[in-house]
């Protein structure tokens, strides 16, 4: 299958900070998505990018769908102690129903 | 909107039963439904994806006679685990999509955690 490294594999931050993590796939997507987990829940979607070079905001949350189409940043501005939990990249290849390729997962802790 | 539950959240079984999950999509009928599979500290890796009324495509390495997939109506898909083993031990995850559209996000459900003694 589709390989996705995320980095980095773990954070631990002061609450206020602001966070930065990244995937990349030696494959090109159509979407890119970003899922929050929290323990023993299913992925919740986050932000979700259709486009190569898109930027989209969800409140404190920024994405951005690379250019290359083998991808994509997450921002976290201003963290608070519930934005802790397992960030997850996702790539879909098609528009349609496709399945999706999740990468490895970033491990957020925040300090309060 | 596009709510997916599952149930049981959490089962215990002794190894050699069969166990059954279910997923549902409460407000919107899914052609297509996901079946995940995460082992702790991992990612989410598919199992198979399933159409309405047609039979499940399973992905290399799963197992098909062990793993069956059920999507008899558009708002529900079965998972049965048949003479699970302690190794079949894991968060497996469902998710449903409207398919059709330039847009087919997946929701996903909450899991179900099973542990084969």
């Known amino acids: 299958g589709q390989q996705l490294n995320q980095s980095p594999q773990s954070m631990f931050i002061q609450e206020g900070e602001d966070v930065s993590m990244n995937c990349t796939s030696s494959s090109i997507f159509n979407t890119w998505l970003w899922y929050k987990q929290d323990p023993g829940e299913g992925p919740v979607l986050l932000i979700a990018l259709y486009k190569a070079g898109e930027l989209t905001s969800n409140g404190r949350l920024t994405a951005q769908f690379g250019i290359t189409r083998k991808d994509s940043f997450l921002n976290i501005s201003a963290s608070i102690p519930s934005d802790v939990g397992i960030y997850f990249c996702a790539g879909q290849l098609g528009t349609g129903a496709n399945n999706l390729f999740f990468g490895t997962g970033t491990r957020l802790t925040v300090i309060p | 909107g596009a709510v997916v539950s599952q149930h049981p959240s959490r089962v215990i079984c002794k190894s050699g039963t069969s166990v059954k999950i279910e997923c549902r999509s409460l407000d919107f009928q899914a052609t297509t439904m996901f079946w995940y599979r995460q082992f702790p500290k991992q990612s989410l890796m598919l199992m198979a994806t399933?159409?309405?009324?047609?039979?499940?495509?399973?992905e290399q390495g799963v197992e098909k006679d062990k793993f069956l997939i059920n999507h008899a109506s558009l708002t529900l898909s079965t998972l049965t685990v048949t003479s699970a083993h302690p190794e079949d031990s894991s968060f497996y995850i469902c998710s449903a999509s409207h398919g059709g559209g330039s847009t087919d996000t997946q929701y996903f459900g909450p899991g179900t955690r099973l542990t084969v003694l």
């Open positions: 399933s159409n309405e009324g047609s039979k499940a495509t399973y």
